[in-house]
């Protein structure tokens, strides 16, 4: 019996501390937004915990869709280092390929979960030097997406498809997870994939 009104005087602490600190209870639950521009769609996840992931798609509408087993995407980010103490950095600008593979829905092909950055190995959108991040932030303002398969290209006629993270966040399509997780939840991974049916 102790032990019972011990456990229902600490449920009655947790909830009365989670109403005081005017957060909802479903703050630290992951959050998407997403975009498409032609087949290309960006999907940038708030995890919470591990910082922001993004997932990039190349939709079965596509003109590329259907002639390998994967897509190659050519990703150009303009960003900025912002510095902590409010000073702004001058524009920079990244380039990689990643290889994005079927999805198994047959939506088309999307890349894995990538980091918005990363100081060390190729899983991120930008290499940042941990001697940068000490001093600064990371924002990103621009991704351009071009797609190659065996030498053909959909580039959107060489303008490349280009989602600046201004237009993402006025006109994207928002997903709340009913999750915390440091990892793209499955429900979030549901979204992304309605969004590449579209």
């Known amino acids: 019996m102790k032990k019972i009104i011990i456990s229902i005087a600490a449920l009655t602490f947790l909830g009365a501390t989670a109403f005081a600190s005017n957060y909802p209870l479903d703050y630290m639950n992951q959050s998407a937004v997403a975009i498409t521009a032609g087949p290309a769609i960006l999907v940038e996840v708030n995890t919470m915990q591990s910082g922001y992931k993004y997932v990039i798609g190349y939709k079965k509408s596509g003109l590329l869709a259907g002639r390998a087993d994967h897509v190659n995407a050519y990703v150009k980010i303009y960003y900025k280092l912002t510095a902590i103490n409010g000073q702004w950095s001058s524009p920079l600008t990244a380039e990689k390929q990643i290889k994005l593979t079927p999805e198994w829905n047959g939506t ?7 980091s918005q950055y990363t100081s060390y ?10 001697s940068a991040l000490s001093q600064n932030m990371v924002e ?7 797609f190659n398969v065996n030498g053909q290209w ?8 280009t989602i600046s993270t201004s237009t993402l966040y006025r006109v994207g399509e928002r997903f709340k997870s009913g999750y915390v997780s440091s990892n793209i939840a499955t429900d979030t991974w549901n979204f992304i994939v ?3 049916r579209k």
Do not use: H, T
């Not at 088309?108 to 990538?114: A, D, H, K, N, R």
């Open 108 to 114: 088309g092909y999307v890349s894995g979960e990538l």
């Open 121 to 130: 190995g190729n899983d991120g959108l930008l290499f940042v030097p941990d």
């Open 140 to 146: 990103i303002e621009k991704i351009e997406l071009a």
């Open 154 to 161: 959909d580039s959107n006629y060489s303008a490349n498809y």
């Open 194 to 196: 309605s969004m590449m």
